[in-house]
């Protein structure tokens, strides 16, 4: 209550005002449970009636839903000498309270939305449209119209999940469903995985079964043929399973050689790119140089300016290992082909991160400031780099992976991810179907 009577220069705050609060807490009570709650006691199986009459004080919905309504009954009651001119806006600032991701997502999420109302192209397809989190997810989404969501599956466990969740989603309204099962537009999809894959090992009849069994390459075939505009997928399984189909059918862009997952952590004192993180088991000089300008070009779509060190345990040179020479010649070719990108390495992890050192060690190194995209050697080094930093981190700080490479706006996702990340990237993936490359 205070929050919102605050932010608007309340002079009083009036009985309107607290039957607003209480209204907004009603409502959210009636609604279905945060993960965050379920995180802290245990279970999702918590809904309205004689042990859950308010809301438990762990839902970070709680200052998003309140204070807002708090402060639009001030404005309406006239007591208000700051009114807000724009409510939505105030909702969003109101998240990065509760979300590390919400600074970060902000200028994104206001992109999504305001690309869904204008009718722009914004069908994400999830492929593991059955998955409790995936849900969730979609929930959100739809509530703040951030896409219009497809789900792959089947109609008759999505309603049993979304009436076991408490959620409001309806099947055919808020959200369109692609039946595994059954669909009339599933003859067009075998036979064109078979078209494309009959002289690599799949007959038709294999062709027939993969797309019914295959989430993602059915998720992937829908956004191929222009039924779905992207795709989310990955909650559920393997990555590089994932990526396998997707490669099928969709394949890589024009003038790129290699895939790679780049990864977002926003730290509390600095935001870290991390790249790759789950493809490349050992990339090559030429495949690092590729997918580290990718990433910089990334970074740039979502305002943020690479600075990049390409990692090694060697540092400047000062030790023989196969890293720290593959690292150098990516350095090199880089310079070629990005000349405007600021670049630096071989170097320490330490070295990256503290210009002090770095500029001890090497006077005149051409990476000024704090790095903030990271280039691994290898997977192994870049997946438990990632790991390390996520969970050390704590609190929902990850955002992505992206998927670097590929053909179609498409995010394979990994079984850790939460609903929030779910959500953050599929306002990423809406925005990447309407920004141009």
Known sequence: ???????????????????????????????????????????????????????????????????????????????????????????????????????????????????????????????????????????????????????????????????????????????????????????????????????????????????????????????????????????????????????????????????AAMNILLLNERTVVLVDTHVNDEPSAEQIAEFTIAAANEMRRMYLAPKVALLSRSNFGSGSSASGAKMRRALEIVREQAPDLEIDGEMHGDCALDEALRMRILPSSTLKGEANLLVCPNVDSGNIAYNLLKTAAGGNVAVGPFLLGCNAPVHILTSSSTVRRIVNMTAMTVVDVNTPR
């Open 1 to 259: 209550i205070f929050r919102g009577a605050l932010d608007v220069g309340a002079t009083t705050i009036t009985r309107e005002m607290e039957k607003a609060a209480v209204y907004a807490i009603a409502q959210l009570a009636q609604e279905e449970q945060n993960e965050v709650v379920a995180a802290a006691y245990g279970t999702f199986d918590i809904s309205f009636g004689p042990e859950y009459l308010i809301p438990k004080p762990f839902d970070p919905r709680l200052i998003v839903r309140i204070a807002p309504a708090v402060a639009k009954a001030a404005m309406d009651g006239g007591v208000a000498t700051r009114p807000l001119a724009d409510l939505e806006a105030y909702e969003e600032q109101l998240q990065q309270f509760v979300y590390h991701s919400g600074a970060f997502m902000k200028p994104l999420f206001s992109a999504a939305k305001r690309i869904v109302r204008e009718g722009g192209p914004a069908r994400i397809v999830f492929a593991e449209g059955e998955d409790e989190r995936v849900l969730r997810a979609v929930q959100v989404v739809v509530d703040e119209g951030l896409a219009r969501p497809i789900l792959v599956g089947r109609p008759s466990v999505l309603l049993t999940r979304i009436e076991k969740l408490g959620l409001r989603l309806r099947l055919g309204e808020d959200v369109e469903v692609t039946n595994p099962e059954y669909d009339e537009r599933f003859h067009q999809y075998w036979t064109t995985y078979w078209e494309r894959m009959c002289r690599r090992g799949i007959t038709k009849e294999m062709a027939r079964v993969e797309m019914r069994r295959r989430m993602t390459l059915i998720g992937a075939m829908m956004v191929h043929l222009g039924d779905a505009d992207g795709m989310v997928c990955g909650s559920v399984g393997a990555y590089h399973d994932h990526l396998r189909f997707v490669d099928e059918v969709i394949g890589r862009r024009p003038g790129h050689n290699v895939y």
